[in-house]
Structures are given as C-alpha cells and as structure tokens.
C-alpha cells in the first residue's frame, strides 16, 4: 500500500482499515451467501440421487480457525462454481431423459419406423431394470409382415 501525505501536517496518514463493525457485517453477509451455496449444492446432490456425479469437494485448510474475508470469498466462489457444475449436470441428464420419453412417445405411435430401438427404464429416469424394445410379432414372419409392437421387457436378470 502507498502511504498518503497530510498536506496539511506534511506526515503520513496510515490508510484506512474497515471498521469493526463494517467487517463483521462482511462476514455475516459472507457466512449467509456460504450456507446459501450449501444449500443449494446439498439439494443438488440430493436431486442427483441414485445417479450421482455431481462433485461436492470444496477445498479448504486443515485445522478449526475463523476464515479471513479473503478466504471466505474464495470458498464462496468456490461453491458457487460446484453448485454451477451441479445444475449444468443435472441439466443434461434431465435433457437425455426428456429425448428418451420424447423417442419413447414416438415409438408407441409409429412402431415400424423404430425398428429393433430399445430404450431402459434408466435412461428414462424411472426405477427398476426393464427396457422398452420394438419387436416383430410372431417373429420373423411378423418382421416380414411389417406387423411391430413396443414391448415392455422386465429386464431384470435371473437369480443364479
């Protein structure tokens, strides 16, 4: 810092430095939009659930110690960049289901203009391990036919 000069006392003035209670009302500011990001990021997680990938690993320093300003802005920004990350994955994966359901809907309506498509419940964003196909009736006489139907498999494998 550069040290100021008095023109009227010609000495150096020492520069100005935040008030106590300006700080304090940083902080609480800093520790409000903190637990906000937690917040959010937590919910984010939560709406990943059973999938996963989203990244929640802020990097701090070791040890119990009351954070600087400087270090709770960069944690702030921190979060702030995961909970981004976290949104803009939970939007994709929302955006591969929303094409599923999409090619579902269309394989109901024209099943023999999708032929052999398969589509899991998974990718659909439901639970369980069934997968919807487009099949032939009657096998290969339906295939030849052009007689095709969605079929809604079980999908889940035997116990062994």
């Known amino acids: 810092m550069q040290e100021r000069l008095d023109v009227r006392m010609a000495r150096p003035v020492a520069p ?3 008030q106590p209670s300006d700080e304090l009302a940083a902080r609480r ?10 917040h959010r990021l937590a919910a984010a997680v939560a709406a990943s659930f059973p999938e996963g990938g989203v990244e929640t690993a802020v990097p ?5 110690r009351v954070l600087t300003l400087g270090e709770l802005e960069r944690l702030r920004d921190a979060l702030a960049g995961r909970v981004a990350d976290a949104q803009r994955v939970i939007a994709l994966r ?11 809907e269309r394989m109901l309506l024209a099943p023999g ?14 639970g369980g391990c069934g997968a919807w196909h487009v099949r032939p ?13 969605v079929k809604l498999s079980s ?4 116990a062994t």
């Open 155 to 158: 999908g889940c494998p035997l």
């Open 60 to 64: 701090v320093a070791c040890g119990p």
């Open 137 to 149: 009736r009657l096998g290969i006489i339906g295939m030849l036919m052009g007689w095709w139907h």
């Open 94 to 104: 929302e955006d591969r289901r929303e094409r599923a359901r999409v090619q579902l």
């Open 29 to 38: 500011a800093l520790r409000a939009q903190v637990a906000l990001l937690e």
């Open 113 to 126: 203009d999708h032929r052999f498509v398969r589509i899991t419940q998974r990718e659909l964003g439901e």
């Open 16 to 18: 100005s430095r935040p």
